[in-house]
């Protein structure tokens, strides 16, 4: 039983709380680990025992567990003003900052901020926002949201149906409208004999065969991860977003980059977009702008978009739609100091001095005859277990592989999610090349360990 191999403490996380995203058969039986503290890019449970954590909690604590600069700005606007809403003409004056500082670093030369609690919802107001301008503009039709499968953008039941994920047909999901496109992964969707070219091309021709046959007056908006992050980190084929976005344009839909992982510096720019050359509607943030520190998300709209909600709104005399806690005083000043830490003292440079470091690695565990690829951009990466790596074939669902890496890692005390049967490295922006090695070694161990149950 859990409850006499751990300590009290993990018998009580089951006994009153409930997990998200948890394989609870293995949780009763391996128990829960509670964590007490962190320390740079560790963190601690209750007996003490440490992880390198290798997922920077949930993609999001890229300053790594204890930044003091992060505590001091928080301590001191707690202090300031400990919290007000952004509704009815009245916000913070951290909330009238934040916004100058992000559209002074988004790729906008200006454009509209609105906040949320949450990437989920941050989605879930993009949406309501394209729906509200379609009304107000006389295209009342004009609905439909286009994602990808294996996109990720939250779990609220917008966000979870623009999600292409199968688990969310255990709800009912997704609700009519949203429409998922090939996951563009050459490597897992291309043809026999197809070339990357061809694939590119294909992916943008099924863009396109999808705006016709649904009706281009129907389409709201084209929602995409730079690089999708939860589905398994899928960089996107060659050339993608060169090939997607004149047909996008070409029937006025906008483009809407969920930064949510990619945004600050995961990818070693600020937006992943950047990395891909392309300039988006609109940008869906959160996760890394707070540092993981306070929830927080922000749609962030470009000109057009701006001007468009602005002019609708007040057609309408307001924008019915907001969070009590939207713009909050204390998540706005974390996160101007987040946005400082992140690019002023020298993380996104770390990101980018580490990432050859980090391919390398990467590369090392993919030469294991049970890998079938590596993949990555900067410090977002990810091994794919198969196996046969000839044929691409995944492991039988029975042997629960990603359980097994899961809980190998743990016991050599290394957090990091397995998602599918692919292993998710995303590592804190702080960390250095010798806890680099750590995570590496770490993970080399627990996959030889797994391999050679199943392999
Ligand atoms: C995590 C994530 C979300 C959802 O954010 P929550 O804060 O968990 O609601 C949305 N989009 C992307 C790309 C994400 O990674």
Known sequence: ???????????????????GFTDLPTIHERGAVVL????????????????LDANSGLWNMVAGFDHPGLTEAAQAQYARFPGYHAFFGRMSDQTVMLSERLIEVSPFERGKVFYTNSGSEANDTLVKMMWFLGRAEGHPERRKILTRVNGYHGVTAVSASM?????????????????????????????????????????????????????????????????MG??????????????????????GIPLVADEVICGFGRTG?????ENYDFVPDAIISSKNLTAGFFPMGAVILGPELSD?????????????????????????????????????????????????????GLARIAEKPNIGEWRGKGLMGAVEAVADKETKTPFAGHLSVSERIAN???????????LGQA??????????????????????HALDTVFAEVG
């Open 36 to 51: 007490t503290h962190g320390k740079g890019p560790y963190v601690y449970d209750v007996t003490g025992r440490e992880y």
């Open 408 to 418: 190998a890692c743990t016991d050599v005390g290394l957090i990091c999610r397995p």
């Open 308 to 360: 468009r909600l602005q002019a609708a709104s007040e057609a309408a005399e307001e924008f019915p739609h907001g969070f009590t806690a939207s713009g909050h005083p204390v998540g706005c000043a974390i996160a101007l100091k987040a946005i400082d830490v992140i690019l002023n003292e020298g993380l996104i440079e770390n990101v980018r001095a580490l990432t050859p470091r980090f391919e390398a």
């Open 269 to 273: 720019t600020v937006w992943g977009s």
């Open 230 to 251: 939860a589905g398994g980190v899928i960089p996107p084929s060659e050339g993608y977003f060169q090939a997607v976005q004149p047909v996008l344009r070409r029937y």
């Open 163 to 227: 999600t292409g994920k199968p688990y969310n047909a255990l709800f009912g999901l997704p609700l009519p409208g949203f429409i998922h496109l090939t996951c563009p992964h050459y490597w897992r969707e291309g043809r026999p004999g197809e070339t990357e070219a061809a694939f590119t091309a294909r992916m943008a021709r099924e863009l396109e065969e999808t705006i016709i046959r649904e009706g281009p007056d129907t389409i709201a908006a084209f929602v995409a991860e730079p690089v």
């Open 423 to 444: 292993v998710v490295l995303c590592p804190p922006f702080i960390m250095t090349e010798g806890q680099m090695d750590e995570m590496f070694d770490k993970l080399d």
């Open 1 to 19: 039983m859990a409850t006499d191999s751990h300590n009290s403490w993990d018998a009580r996380a089951s006994a009153h709380s409930l997990y």
